[in-house]
């Protein structure tokens, strides 16, 4: 991976490919319609389409039609003889949507991701590298404080697997 922001004795900072990355955290509210603003910084990345799951925690999985394409793939090649591979496909992209922008750079959540997610009207729109996640802001305000609160051990965890 090509990386950049760093000086040579340094570790790299942002990967060359860093517009092109989902980050950061953002408050947007979520209007009568199911309409939802998605950040300016990331309509270029989602120009080519997006699609809309259920995702894990009780969120929602927004990922530019691309990414979207290849994580389908790696869904149907799970083996269907394994109960847990079928349950997780059905969940992921039984689930899915394709999103389309309005002039304002909207797009609108389909009621039956609205109610898997009990969105309401204060939507938190969270940065995943390569995708989004939407939250209902309790929901997302709750999850962050108890992730928080155990980030030493979850880090500790991951170190093991090489993070």
Request: glycine share 6%; with cysteine; hydrophobic share 40%.
């Amino acid at each position: 991976m090509n990386l950049c922001l760093s000086s040579p004795d340094s570790p790299p900072l942002l990967p060359a490919n860093y517009s092109q990355m989902f980050i950061g955290e953002y408050k947007h509210n979520l209007d009568e319609k199911g309409r939802l603003a998605i950040p300016a910084k990331f309509r270029a990345i989602l120009k080519k389409g997006a699609v809309v799951t259920k995702g894990l925690d009780n969120c929602l999985f927004l990922y530019s039609r691309e990414q979207f394409e290849k994580i389908a793939q790696k869904f149907a090649a799970l083996p269907l003889g394994q109960s847990k591979a079928r349950a997780l496909s059905r969940h992921m992209l039984a689930g899915a949507m394709d999103l389309e922008f309005d002039n304002q750079g909207r797009v609108t959540l389909p009621e039956y991701l609205r109610q898997f997610s009990g969105l309401s009207k204060n939507v938190i729109v969270a940065g995943l590298y390569n995708h989004l996640e939407i939250w209902n802001e309790a929901a997302w305000k709750k999850y962050k404080a108890e992730s928080e609160k155990n980030s030493n051990s979850i880090a500790e965890e991951l170190g093991e697997l090489g993070v």
